[in-house]
């Protein structure tokens, strides 16, 4: 007997997610735990798995599709796994063109899954003539839509047609064909441009520049980055001496910590960083808590974490949730200067851009040389509304000055 596999609950006040991809296919056979499709929010992707041996059986939604909470999107026979190479007695085995050996629902009511009838009738099609390859050989909603977008049957109903897809060519009048794709946003995406709309509708946001010699912090890695790996497992990265500098400057200037609560102003006394990390669904911004207890390798192995929980799609929303400041680094795309814009409702954000030799004047022994060195600009985006401007280029030149001589944020000084 079929059984159904639902939305579950993915975090308080999400009630809608979107299908990603599946990572079974239907009649394929799984194990307990194995993953079986991404489910998407809008700040997560999560990875379904099987609840019990068995095969997974007809699939009712297909990737783009939205489904809310609680709702079946597949079912699966649960049991020892299923051989597909043992024919149904009640199945024909059908030698169609490019599907050889695949076998073909017969006409029975109960070989053709309820949606895969729907779209049977819609489209006024023979159900003994399309392919199937569902578990048992029952015809699935997937294989009716495989059956309309074949090439070969394209021209056999107007209704096939007008069938739903995620991706659409719309030829453009003129007699020049000019392809363009229509794709739904993700959740993941609507959320971003939510959050970024409301940014730049609800704060006042002005962006200060400036420039940081990173002689002295790649001088100080390659020294110790040997010894480091050597003691934590883990690279030492520029991240970290970019987490410790700003909380050494929020702690100068509390107000870009801080934030908007109505007509109060919430000052706070912890430091919660969230570090931007891309990727291929959108921007994703896991927080740090309590960094300022946390030493060079406790930042660097968080962060390194972060990363391999978004590629095993294993982030969870406590880890997204909070944040009192944000670090962006968009230099590891090749990023030369940019205006990051803050996660609200925080009131500052710090971009970190590509590190690029350049000749500066610099004053060696009082005199004053021109030299190349390896020179990275930063841009701090800040809510107005709370940041006054002296205030704002000052904690930039504190991260500049902490940078550029780190024992500074050992003394404190």
Do not use: C
């Amino acid at each position: 007997m079929p059984v159904e596999l639902k939305v579950p609950e993915v975090g308080e006040s999400i009630t809608e997610v979107a299908i990603g991809r599946w990572l079974k296919r239907s009649g394929d056979s799984v194990r307990k735990d194995d993953p079986i499709v991404e489910i998407e929010t809008d700040k997560i992707t999560l990875e379904l798995p099987a609840p019990a041996d068995g095969t997974l059986g007809e699939l009712l939604k297909q990737p783009g599709d939205s489904a809310v909470v609680g709702e079946v999107i597949a079912y699966m026979e649960y049991g020892e796994v299923a051989k597909k190479d043992t024919p149904d007695p009640e199945i024909k085995q059908s030698e169609a063109p490019g599907k050889a050996g695949v076998a073909t629902a017969s006409t029975s009511a109960n070989r053709v899954m309820p949606a895969a009838q729907r779209l049977v009738d819609q489209n006024k099609l023979d159900a003994s003539a399309i392919p199937a390859t569902g578990p048992g050989g029952r015809l699935l909603k997937e294989d009716v839509k495989a059956y309309l977008d074949d090439a070969a049957h394209a021209g056999k109903s107007n209704a096939a047609a007008s069938v739903d897809s995620t991706a659409a060519t719309n030829p453009v009048s003129g007699g020049t064909d000019r392809p363009e794709q229509i794709v739904p946003m993700t959740p993941m995406r609507k959320r971003i441009a939510e959050r970024l709309v409301q940014a730049q509708q609800s704060a006042a946001l002005l962006t200060t520049f400036n420039e940081i010699d990173m002689s002295a912090v790649m001088a100080l890695r390659s020294q110790y980055k040997d010894a480091f790996m050597k003691k934590y497992d883990i690279k030492l990265g520029f991240m970290s001496f970019f987490v410790k500098a700003s909380i050494d400057a929020l702690k100068q200037f509390p107000a870009v910590n801080a934030e908007i609560r109505g007509t109060d102003i919430i000052y706070k006394d912890y430091y919660d960083m969230g570090i931007a990390i891309g990727t291929g669904k959108g921007l994703v911004v896991p927080v740090l808590r309590n960094a300022e207890r946390m030493g060079f390798a406790q930042v660097e192995q968080a962060i390194v974490g972060f990363g391999q929980k978004i590629k095993d799609n294993k982030l969870a929303l406590e880890d997204l949730q909070g944040g009192t400041f944000t670090i962006t680094n968009g230099g590891i795309f090749g990023s030369l200067l940019s205006t990051p814009i803050v996660n609200p409702p925080q009131s500052g954000v710090l971009g970190m851009h590509t590190i690029q030799r350049r000749p500066v004047a610099v004053t060696v022994a009082g005199e004053e040389t021109i030299e190349v060195r390896p020179m990275m600009y930063v841009a701090l985006t800040y809510d107005h509304r709370l940041v006054d401007g002296r205030e704002a280029v000052s904690f930039l030149v504190r991260i500049k000055q902490a940078l550029e001589d780190p024992a500074r944020m050992l003394m404190e000084v």
